[in-house]
């Protein structure tokens, strides 16, 4: 999975999804990507799932960038713990999503492949999405 080596802080606050995605929401690298519509946390198994997706239909053709990493630690307790003894251990790392950021990137494949592979990861994710193409 998806999770940093190292931070400056190993805990943190869990913040607000305001606004919408102004860097990262145009295509950089592939002819095609999947582009959020909503706002989400995305967990490193829901990337890793749709990454997954993307692979597996381009028959390992092509290549995928993943634009966005899961860089935020979200810290979980055990069922039944009463109140008090302070903040759980970090359960799973996700990265803040807003509407317009990119997911992912494909490029060296063609249209109909791309949007099938963008079609099945989008599935996977927690928000709807649209598949972009380069102008």
Do not use: C, H, N
Request: net charge positive; proline share 4%.
């Amino acid at each position: 999975m998806f999770e940093p080596k190292r931070r400056k802080y190993r805990k943190s606050f869990r913040g607000r999804m305001r606004g919408v995605a102004t860097s990262g929401s145009s295509l950089a690298f592939g002819e095609f990507g999947l582009k959020a519509m909503g706002r989400a946390w995305l967990s490193s198994k829901q990337l890793e799932a749709g990454r997954r997706a993307i692979t597996g239909t381009l028959k390992r053709g092509g290549k995928i960038w993943i634009r966005v990493f899961p860089d935020m630690p979200v810290t979980a307790r055990a069922a039944g713990q009463r109140m008090g003894g302070g903040k759980g251990d970090i359960d799973r790392y996700v990265a803040v999503i807003t509407p317009g950021k990119l997911i992912y990137e494909v490029a060296g494949v063609s249209e109909e492949a791309a949007v099938s592979a963008l079609l099945k990861a989008g599935s996977k994710m927690p928000f709807k999405t649209k598949i972009v193409k380069r102008d």
